[in-house]
Nanobody, 114 residues
């Protein structure tokens, strides 16, 4: 069973930055794609960013130019760098990896508020 553990969430002021981490129990090279989703209160879960095995990235329009996904294969860890945060970025952020099916972490809360 693949396990994912997110960390790095918290409270940040508008305009601030956070970096989320997602530690995966298996080699990142095992998966077809990976990325991050988020779910705000009262809203459906939405894609933030995905990256394929070949490195093709797909960002939601709302985060383009502000968020960046990266990976450390040696650490089996996926990162989400979030800059210029806005109140509307407040949500629980979930990382996932996909091989035949998707595996999800437990989520980490990000709150953007002054």
């Amino acid at each position: 069973q693949v396990q994912l553990v997110e960390s790095g969430g918290g409270l940040v002021q508008p305009g601030g930055s956070l970096r989320l981490s997602c530690a995966v129990s298996e080699s990142l090279g095992s998966f077809d794609d990976m990325g991050w989703h988020r779910q705000a209160p009262g809203k459906e879960r939405e894609l933030v960013v995905s990256v394929t095995r070949g490195g093709r990235r797909n960002y939601a329009d709302s985060v383009k130019g502000r968020f960046s996904i990266s990976r450390d294969n040696a650490r089996n860890t996926v990162y989400l760098q979030m800059n210029s945060l806005k109140q509307e970025d407040t949500a629980v952020y979930y990382c996932y990896v996909t091989l035949y099916r998707s595996y999800w972490g437990q989520g980490t809360q990000v709150t953007v508020s002054s």
